[in-house]
């Protein structure tokens, strides 16, 4: 009889250790994200992941938190998290430094980095308008199974005074239900 029950023992041990791996396994945050963070962290998640002092957000940004000085390579970024209405991860946004002096390089490499990374873009648009609107604008995509990433590039004059940007984003790829495309 006690030979039975130490085999039942084991028996349910190891099922629930498997319950336990498939719940882990299934937990949509282990799916998609940015660095070392995953998309549908919460706030206080996110903070020990990057070990950041994020920014508390302000009036106009409510789900949005902050957090500076982030490098890739040589290029310097404002890093720009946000959070759903369940105050889960579902954007972020790095912003290139705005004193860096050649933009046009940092553009250049981080699209070089991500193409190596995920392959062509799915989109790649070039808009020069600098004869009516004074700006050139460049765009690339990358569309992965959990994420959407998006490279930005843009140059513009206002007042006869240059304005420069490069800005990636990534963002998780929600489930709107089903789909006909």
């Known amino acids: 009889m006690m030979e039975k029950n130490k085999i039942w023992f ?13 719940i882990i396994a299934s937990d949509s945050r282990a799916e998609g994200g940015w660095y070392k963070v995953k998309w549908g962290m919460t706030i206080d998640e996110v903070r020990v992941a990057l070990k950041e002092d994020l920014s508390e ?3 106009l940004k409510l789900e949005e938190y902050k957090f500076s000085g982030f490098t890739i390579e040589k290029y310097s970024f404002d890093v720009y998290m946000n959070f759903d209405s369940q105050k889960r991860l579902s954007k972020v946004l790095l912003r290139l430094d705005k004193t860096e002096p050649d933009q046009y390089k940092c553009f250049l490499f981080l699209e070089n980095a991500l193409k190596k990374k995920y392959g062509a873009p799915s989109l790649s648009k070039h808009r020069d308008t600098s004869k009516n609107l004074d700006d050139l604008n460049e765009k690339r995509e990358w569309v ?8 930005n590039r ?3 004059i206002i007042c006869r ?9 990534y963002q998780a790829r929600s489930n709107t239900g089903e789909s006909k495309l």
């Open 10 to 22: 084991n028996v349910f041990i190891f099922a629930f250790i498997c319950c336990i791996n498939i």
């Open 57 to 59: 957000p302000t009036q």
């Open 144 to 151: 992965t199974q959990d994420t959407l990433i998006v490279l």
């Open 154 to 156: 843009l140059d513009m």
């Open 161 to 169: 005074k240059k304005f420069s940007g490069v800005n990636l984003t």
